[in-house]
């Protein structure tokens, strides 16, 4: 059974770090870019970053340039997302997805492009 299961989340501080993990199960992650989504109570998911097969390319959305950061270990299967500075804006429910990559040296940010998605860790800012 392919699954994707995320981690980390919880509650911080404004101002706090988190590191989010997407480990893959049934599959393997090296044929394929990741992408890290969230989506806020009422609002549509939004892309945040995600990162090439090979982890040489990665994108964020300007919201978190400069304070996350993606990074993945294909030995241990696992995909990471640093997110510091953390802002109440940032609460949400994070979600990894994956898409085949055919060797492409370049990911996107557009939902629409990911068949494979985990079931989401919460993440929520508040002091």
């Known amino acids: 059974q392919l699954q994707l299961v995320e981690s980390g989340g919880g509650l911080v501080q404004p101002g706090g770090s988190l590191r989010l993990s997407c480990v893959a199960s049934?599959?393997?992650?090296?044929?394929?870019?990741i992408g890290w989504f969230r989506q806020a109570p009422g609002k549509e998911r939004e892309g945040v970053s995600c990162i090439s097969r090979s982890g040489v390319f990665t994108k964020y959305a300007d919201s978190v340039k400069g304070r996350f950061i993606v990074s993945r270990d294909n030995a241990k299967n696992t995909v990471y997302l640093q997110v510091n500075s953390l802002q109440p804006e940032d609460t949400a429910v994070y979600y990894c997805?994956?898409?085949?990559?055919?060797?492409?040296?370049?990911?996107?940010?557009?939902?629409?492009?990911?068949?494979?998605w985990g079931q989401g860790t919460q993440v929520t800012v508040s002091s």
């Open positions: 997805a994956a898409v085949f990559s055919a060797g492409s040296s370049w990911c996107n940010l557009n939902v629409a492009n990911y068949p494979s």
């Open positions: 049934g599959f393997t992650l090296n044929s394929k870019n």
